[in-house]
């Protein structure tokens, strides 16, 4: 089974408008940190926003909120007010186990994202 | 500025070919991990080192290999190359310890292009 897994491949959205990108992850194990990553087409990869499984509320950063439901193994990206510089390849990505400093990323195959003027 | 510095940014190699990625990690960080990024795909885990030593290996190839020097500095080997070797290959470290998040810092990354 895939460990993450992003349903959209690629989706348009207005200007201003917000935008959800859809996760969901596969584990057994209850301590688990989840990862949104943005990559233009420059081609570098940017950490956007994170969640911990033992996290009680969900993350925020500016504009990009993660909405966590952790029975339903989801872990939507949030970005509100889309801008024309959110037009990206979106990653979800899973650690598995405690942050211990040296534990691998699990990514999913990504969202396309372009925002309409 | 992520702090990860990979070299070369880009490589155009004929098949056949062994080519050499490097990749420094942020200053005191001991993890270095090596992805490689196929024409839009997702990231693919190959290989894992910690602290010289290998973690964690991933689908990377018989015909790839990697290691870390006591710099902590990694370089990944691709030999034998295929056309579909062409990909983007990043490296990343992450902050020892259990500091932050365990979020991965990501180089630029290497493009090879294989004619």
């Not at chain 1, 024309?84 to 979106?90: F, H, P, R, T």
């Not at chain 2, 991933?58 to 290999?65: H, P, T």
């Amino acid at each position: 089974a895939q460990k993450i897994t992003q349903t959209q491949p690629g989706m348009f959205v207005q200007e201003k408008e917000a935008v959800t990108l859809d996760c969901t992850y596969d584990t057994s194990d209850p301590s688990y940190g989840l990862f949104w990553y943005k990559q233009p087409s420059s081609g570098e990869m940017i950490f956007l926003i994170y969640q911990g499984s033992y996290d009680q509320q969900n993350a925020t950063e500016g504009r990009y909120s993660l909405n966590f439901q952790k029975a339903r193994k989801s872990a939507n990206l949030v970005i509100s007010a889309s801008q024309l510089g959110d037009s990206a390849m979106y990653f979800c990505a899973m650690r598995e186990g405690p942050n211990f400093g040296n534990e691998k990323l699990t990514f999913g195959t990504g969202t396309r994202l372009t925002i309409i003027p | 500025d992520s702090g990860v510095t990979q070299t070369p940014k880009h490589l155009i190699t004929a098949t056949g070919q062994r080519v050499t990625l490097r990749c420094s990690p942020r200053s005191g960080d001991l993890s270095v991990y090596w992805y490689q990024q196929s024409l839009d795909q997702g990231l693919q885990f190959l290989i894992h080192y910690y602290n010289g030593e290998e973690r964690a290996k991933g689908n990377i190839l018989e015909r790839f290999s990697a290691q870390q020097f006591p710099d902590l500095h990694s370089e990944l080997n691709l030999s034998s190359l295929e056309l579909g070797d062409s990909a983007l290959y990043f490296c990343a470290s992450s902050a020892p310890g259990g500091r932050g998040t365990g979020e991965l810092f990501f180089g630029e990354g290497s493009r090879l292009t294989v004619l």
